[in-house]
């Protein structure tokens, strides 16, 4: 089951850096129709759009997965991004897609950033359909969540009912404002801290907040110093609950004053106290997880050691009794294989679990392969197979659905003749018991 969102971007290269994320940090399986290294697909965009009347250069679908995928098993990972490529296909066959899935969203959940370039390879026209969320009679406009039902149903999954509008998160409300406006620096600067596993209460999420305004930003310089506001609303609809207000440093001079202002709750549904919750609580689990993991292999080191304090006075002893020293036995147990098992360090199961795939789709045999550990080559035949394959097995389950079906009628065909021939014999038994009262001659 998965819900969809879409929100055009007049700017492909912003797009594009947020949703990998430095390095593709954040993409954690990866499909791109451009080859070539992070920034390729924009560049393209870019030259497609600028010598048009067209504003947007790309559009960005979001699609979100609930517990359908494991975010921890690649397996699952990976055919959530090539559902999101079949989908981004699906709508514009002939436009250029990214499709850059993560599992570090509000809760942990597998979804999808679908971008689309706004240009059909074959009219040469910008993109009309597919940009709204449900179908329009109006003009005959496809939603993007029909769109998306249809795709979960041809591969098994559960489809939703109809769903209207939910409160947008920042990944699609940043759309919203424009490339570096305080407005957008202010709601990726909370994105990030609120992704920060130490933000696990609203004291801690402050506190990651304030450590940001001593970093440098990407230009070398000291970013524009940044605060969270909380207060208690005297009227209104939130009267005696708690607002949150952002207030960022104007360095600039774009609203004339010293500081920018804006309540969480304008900026993203994920700002406000009860959207940060989902967060608090996502990270909580995480370190009582670990906690819980750490005791574990303490517990177990523990025991170790006993058992080599044990094994070693047992050895002595037997040299003493033997009256023969066999020399020093070494049975340390942090030298000994497989006693340790410290558990696996969250870094590493990420990197384990990154699978990020360049150039699929067209120009395949153009498709540059040289990024390192950070893009390894694609087995683009390996992926066609594996959709083939997904394809077999449905037609075969089907199939074999329909021959279980037949072969029950068949069954009830049987159990129906057989009912007929007993009525028959039993007639004709009772005919031949039956007393003979013809005629007399």
């Not at 002939?94 to 809760?107: C, F, K, N, P, S």
């Not at 570096?180 to 920060?196: H, I």
């Not at 699978?355 to 390894?376: I, K, S, T």
């Amino acid at each position: 089951m998965s819900t969809t969102h879409y929100s055009p971007s007049n700017s492909a290269a912003d797009t594009e850096r947020y949703v990998r994320g430095k390095d593709n940090s954040r993409g954690v399986a990866i499909t791109c129709d451009v080859p070539g290294p992070p920034g390729t697909f924009a560049a393209r965009a870019r030259a497609l759009t600028q010598n048009t009347r067209r504003e947007v250069e790309v559009l960005h679908y979001r699609q979100s997965f609930g517990e359908d995928f494991d975010p921890k098993d690649p397996n699952h990972v990976q055919r959530a991004n090539d559902l999101g490529y079949l989908l981004g296909k699906k709508m514009h066959p002939h436009a250029d897609v990214l499709v850059v899935t993560h599992t570090d969203g509000r809760g942990g959940k597998v979804h999808n950033h679908i971008l689309v370039i706004n240009h059909d390879d074959s009219t040469g026209k910008a993109l009309s359909d597919y940009r709204t969320f449900h179908d329009r009679k109006a003009g005959n406009q496809h939603g993007v969540q029909s769109a998306n039902d249809e795709l979960m149903a041809e591969h098994g999954l559960s489809v939703v009912k109809r769903i209207e509008h939910q409160p947008k998160d920042w990944e699609l409300r940043r759309e919203d404002f424009a490339e570096g406006s305080l407005d957008r620096q202010m709601g990726d600067r909370m994105t990030a801290a609120l992704e920060d596993p130490r933000s696990t209460s609203k004291a801690a999420l402050i506190a990651v907040l304030d450590e940001q305004n001593q970093l440098p930003g990407d230009d070398g310089r000291a970013v524009p110093r940044m605060r969270l506001h909380t207060s208690i609303a005297k009227k209104g609809k939130r009267q005696g609950l708690e607002t949150w207000t952002l207030y960022i440093e104007d360095q600039r001079g774009e609203t004339g004053r010293a500081e920018r202002r804006k309540r969480t709750s304008v900026l993203s549904a994920d700002f406000t106290p009860e959207g940060t919750q989902a967060f608090f609580d996502y990270h909580q689990q995480n370190h009582i997880q670990k906690e819980q993991d750490n005791e574990r292999s303490a517990r177990t080191d523990e025991a170790a050691r006993r058992a080599a304090s044990a094994a070693r006075h047992a050895a002595s002893a037997a040299c003493g009794a033997g009256g023969q020293d066999d020399g020093d036995i070494d049975l340390d147990p942090h030298r000994r294989r497989n006693t340790e098992q410290p558990s696996r360090r969250i870094g590493a199961a990420a990197a384990e679990a990154r699978l990020v795939r360049e150039g699929h789709g067209r120009g395949d045999e153009q498709a540059d392969r040289g990024h390192g550990a950070a893009a390894p080559a694609i087995d683009h035949a390996g992926i066609r197979a594996r959709t083939r394959r997904l394809l077999d097995e449905r037609e075969h389950e089907e199939r074999a659905a329909r021959d279980r079906a037949d072969a029950e009628l068949a069954r009830q065909r049987a159990r129906r003749e057989a009912d007929r021939r007993r009525s028959f014999i039993a007639d004709v038994r009772e005919d031949t018991d039956r007393e003979d009262d013809g005629m007399e001659l």
